[in-house]
C-alpha cells in the first residue's frame, strides 16, 4: 500500500444518529496523525460529481450533538456501473485522496469492497444504520438513538391505550432484524414482540392475548418489526385480532422514519468517535478492506466480505426475558 496523506471520507445509505460525530472523528483524527482530510458530499454520487472539499478541525465543529449526516446521502445507481466507479476513481486520482472511510451499512460496504478491488484504493467502513444488522459489532452507529426514541414513543401510545382500553401494534423498523422490535418491546412492556427471526404465528399470538386479556390486561402493546412475517402486513394482523376479539379497539402506528431523526444519544455520540478514530489509525497501519466494530467494549475489525454477507443474531436470552414478563 502506497503512503496516505489524505483521506476521503462519505456517508452512505440511510441516515442514522450519530453519522456526524463519526465524521468528525475522522477529519480530526486525519488531522491530528498530520494528514490531510477530504469531505465528500452525497456519498457515491458526490464522488462521481467530484463534489470534495477539504477540510480544518473547525470544518466540524458543532456536529457531534446533530442527527441525520451533515455530508448527505443518495442513492447512485451510477456507482453500480463499471464506467461509473472509473469517474469516481478519475476524481480520487484528483483530489489526491489516498483512502476513503465509508459511514453507512451493507450496500455502502458493497459498493466499497468493488471499488477497491476494482482500483486498488484502500478502504475502511464504519457501520451506521439504526437496525444494527451488520455482522461484526455488537452496536451499530445510530441504534442505541432509535431505541430510546421507539422507547419514548411507545410509553406515549401506552398512555392512551389505557386510557381507552385499546390494543396498539406498533410497526419498527426492522426489514430483515428484530432488534429493534426485540430490545424496545421488552423496555417499553410490551405484551407481544414479533420479529423475523421467530415465526410466532397468528394464532399462537392471538392466544397469547387472549390469556393477558383473562389475565386482568384491559389494554395491550404489541411491537411488531417491519420484517416480521407472522400476516401480510401489520394491517392484516389488526385486522385479523379485531375479527376474533371485537370487544377491543384495535390500532396501527406506524413509526417510520422518526425512528432514524433526532440528536444521537451519548452512546452513539461516544460509540462514533471511538469508530471513527480507530478507522483513521487502522488505515494508517495499511488495513483495508475491512469494516471497523466493536465488542464487549473492545474495537475490532472485520474484513468486508464477512461483514456483508453475515448475519447478525438476535439475542435468544431477550427472547426468553420478554416471554416471562409478558404473564
Do not use: W
Request: charged share 25%.
Amino acid at each position: 500500500m502506497n503512503a496516505i496523506n489524505t483521506i476521503g471520507v462519505l456517508t452512505s445509505g440511510g441516515d442514522a444518529p450519530g453519522m456526524n460525530a463519526a465524521i468528525r472523528a475522522v477529519v480530526r483524527a486525519s488531522i491530528f496523525h498530520d494528514k490531510k482530510c477530504k469531505a465528500i458530499y452525497r456519498g457515491y454520487q458526490g464522488l462521481i460529481d467530484n463534489d470534495i472539499v477539504s477540510t480544518t478541525p473547525r470544518s466540524v465543529n458543532n456536529i457531534i450533538n446533530k442527527g441525520g449526516t451533515m455530508l448527505k446521502s443518495a442513492r447512485c445507481l451510477e456507482f453500480r456501473t463499471k464506467e461509473g466507479r472509473k469517474k469516481a476513481y478519475e476524481n480520487i486520482n484528483k483530489n489526491n485522496i489516498d483512502a476513503l472511510v465509508v459511514i453507512g451499512g451493507d450496500g455502502s460496504f458493497t459498493g466499497a469492497m468493488i471499488f477497491q478491488k476494482e482500483f486498488g484504493v484502500p478502504v475502511i467502513g464504519i457501520p451506521g444504520t439504526i437496525d444494527n444488522d451488520i455482522f461484526g459489532t455488537s452496536h451499530t452507529i445510530g441504534y442505541d438513538t432509535a431505541l430510546n426514541t421507539v422507547t419514548e414513543v411507545i410509553d406515549k401510545i401506552r398512555d392512551t391505550a389505557i386510557s381507552h382500553n385499546r390494543l396498539f401494534f406498533v410497526e419498527v423498523m426492522g426489514r430483515d432484524a428484530g432488534h429493534i422490535a426485540l430490545n424496545a418491546g421488552i423496555g417499553s412492556g410490551a405484551e407481544e414482540i414479533l420479529i423475523p427471526e421467530e415465526d410466532m404465528g397468528i394464532e399462537r399470538m392471538l392466544d397469547s392475548l387472549k390469556r393477558s386479556e383473562k389475565s386482568g390486561k384491559s389494554s395491550s402493546i404489541v411491537v411488531v418489526a417491519e420484517g416480521d412475517k407472522t400476516g401480510k402486513n401489520v394491517f392484516e394482523l389488526a385486522a385479523y385480532v379485531e375479527k376474533n376479539m371485537p370487544h377491543y379497539e384495535v390500532r396501527v402506528s406506524v413509526l417510520g422514519h422518526m425512528q432514524r431523526g433526532g440528536a444521537p444519544s451519548c452512546f452513539d455520540r461516544v460509540l462514533a468517535s471511538r469508530m471513527g478514530v480507530f478507522a483513521v489509525e487502522s488505515l494508517l497501519d495499511g488495513k483495508s478492506n475491512i469494516m471497523v466494530g466493536i465488542d464487549n467494549d473492545t474495537m475490532i475489525l472485520t474484513d468486508l466480505d464477512k461483514a456483508i454477507k453475515g448475519k447478525s443474531n438476535i439475542n435468544k436470552n431477550l427472547i426468553r426475558v420478554s416471554d416471562i414478563l409478558t404473564i
